[in-house]
């Protein structure tokens, strides 16, 4: 709730908060002088009934008394649709400066609509305009991008991720002793990656100790493995090339594997352990894995002909619903979330072990980087044009040369749209925007990001087709590589839809190096979607038998 209270003066009109410029004799005009950016006078002048929609949810805001009542107006908030269909919003707005009779005359309005033409980005574009790129032009980053732009140093990409992966860290401890040594003026850059090493070195080797002095630190390992098993089969199932004999091989290798471990796990379990629930559920859900598994793989021995055996080697890595690789990935999440709770210090060594070792990779190149830090120039101090500051030029113009009252109108409506995300983003702790592409079959969109515990990221993507309806869909991703994916949909054909590109989906994002460890894909109706997968919540662990 702190954010609220100056939400009012950081999210405006303007949408430019007043920085100081170090080292500048432009303090207070570097922003107001630049093209892109209209003066200060033209929010006074851009008030409307939207506007105080805007400042209406503000107050009632910062004036609800607990976190149920915010989360209602969040939600209200989330829903009011100023200008749904955003990007087609664009479209419009250019056509409609296009067609103004002050436009042929007037090098700053062909300008605009240029800029307004670059931000409408095809969603068959997705590939060669990343979703990130977009993001950072929705105008939702503006104050971000301002305030970045007033950076006077250009920081290599190297540093930038260690320093990153740093912040991220799960170790406390850890991280308090680097930010001491991030304190130390008297040691150079040379010194400090010295010592940080030093630091990360000595961090290992106890973790490695806890890790040898668990009972239970084969099973650990046992976790590596079964994803790297997934990892091979995937590979193998790109490919489509194998034998008989080496699917048989590779099926009597893996149910060995299975029932050793099946073996490991039945040992650890105890009756207090057994109380507790995490633990007794995950087990109980990756024995029904493991047993799952083996029929599959026992099924192929029962096989007369060889090209059987490859025809259901093949089918059982490419089983839409859930193939032999999502299971393995599966049994590794429940693996690990058992393990956590039947030795949290050696779990928890075990992270902390493998961010140490991510950590160090990145320390020789970051260190080699270090001669690039660079001062930036005037130039680069400029903040980037989004869509927002376009959009506010285009007001400033409007007012200035007497143009049709309808693109100041529509300008004023997007800005409050975008302004109508800020809130919710700020307020929320997390990021939300419109979708920012051209998508013909789609009447609105909108997208959100958060961060969790730990290493933990989530995604919301919602969209209404017009063919289709509705669809929500929730991703998350932990330890950098797990992908758990729960959908719901407005219609069974849809979903039919959505099933029959399932296997295509796991592949594209496995060739990216990540694990679809969970899938879900259900029917809803819309009232069911929007509560279900509202806040970030709705993600669901395991695989829907029924899809």
Avoid: C
């Avoid at 100081?20 to 432009?26: A, F, R």
């Avoid at 892109?36 to 006078?41: E, S």
Wanted: charged residues 20%.
């Amino acid at each position: 709730m702190n954010n609220i209270a100056n939400l009012q003066n950081s999210i405006n009109q303007t949408g430019i908060t007043t920085q100081k410029q170090p080292q500048t004799t432009q303090t207070t005009q570097i922003f107001k002088n630049q093209p892109q950016t209209p003066a200060q006078q033209t929010a006074q002048q851009a008030v409307d009934s939207i506007d105080k929609l805007i400042s209406k949810v503000v107050d009632e805001l910062q004036s609800a008394s607990n976190i149920n009542q915010t989360s209602k107006i969040l939600q209200m908030a989330k829903d009011t649709k100023i200008a749904p269909n955003f990007t087609n919003d664009i479209k419009n707005l250019a056509a409609t400066i296009q067609s103004d009779p002050a436009f042929e005359n007037s090098p700053t309005l062909k300008d605009l609509v240029l800029k307004l033409k670059e931000f409408l980005k095809p969603i068959a574009d997705l590939k060669t305009a990343p979703l990130n790129e977009q993001i950072k032009s929705s105008g939702v980053l503006l104050e971000a991008n301002l305030k970045e732009a007033l950076n006077t140093q250009k920081i290599p990409q190297s540093i930038q991720k260690l320093l990153t992966d740093i912040k991220n860290l799960s170790n406390q401890n850890l991280l308090n002793q680097i930010l001491t040594l991030a304190n130390d003026e008297s040691l150079d850059n040379h010194s400090s990656f010295v010592k940080l090493n030093e630091i990360l070195t000595n961090e290992a080797k106890t973790a490695q100790n806890t890790l040898n002095n668990s009972n239970i630190k084969a099973l650990f390992s046992d976790t590596n493995k079964l994803d790297n098993i997934a990892r091979y089969l995937n590979n193998t199932a790109q490919k489509g090339e194998i034998s008989a004999q080496n699917a048989l091989k590779q099926a009597s290798s893996l149910n060995s594997f299975l029932t050793n471990l099946n073996e490991k796990i039945s040992n650890i379990t105890s009756e207090k352990l057994n109380q507790t629930q995490a633990f007794s559920q995950n087990i109980k859900e990756l024995k029904i894995l493991i047993k799952d598994m083996q029929n599959s793989l026992a099924s192929l021995n029962k096989i007369g002909d060889e090209a059987g055996v490859v025809r259901n080697f093949n089918a059982i890595l490419n089983d839409p619903n859930a193939s032999l690789q999502d299971k393995l990935s599966s049994a590794a999440r429940r693996l690990g979330v058992a393990l956590l709770v039947a030795d949290s210090h050696a779990s928890n060594a075990k992270v902390n072990l493998n961010e140490i070792k991510s950590l160090q990779k990145q320390i020789k190149s970051a260190s080699n980087d270090v001669a690039q830090i660079a001062l930036k120039t005037q130039s680069e101090m400029t903040p980037t044009s989004d869509i927002k500051s376009t959009l506010l030029s285009i007001v400033k113009e409007a007012n200035t040369q007497n143009l049709n009252q309808t693109i100041k109108d529509t300008s004023l409506k997007m800005i409050s749209q975008i302004e109508l995300h800020q809130i919710v983003s700020s307020v929320s702790g997390g990021l939300q925007t419109y979708l920012p592409y051209v998508w013909d079959g789609v009447d609105e969109g909108k997208v959100a990001f958060k961060q969790g515990k730990k290493d933990r990221f989530y995604a919301q993507i919602e969209l209404n087709f017009k063919q289709y309806g509705q669809v929500s869909v929730m991703v998350g991703l932990s330890n950098k590589r797990y992908i758990d994916i729960s959908i719901a949909t407005a219609t069974s054909e849809f979903k039919e839809l959505i099933l029959g590109q399932n296997s295509e989906l796991k592949r594209a994002i496995g060739e990216l190096g990540l694990v679809v460890s969970n899938f879900n894909l259900k029917v809803l109706s819309k009232h069911e979607i929007s509560q279900k997968f509202k806040n970030f919540d709705g993600l669901q662990i395991g695989f829907d038998r029924r899809a």
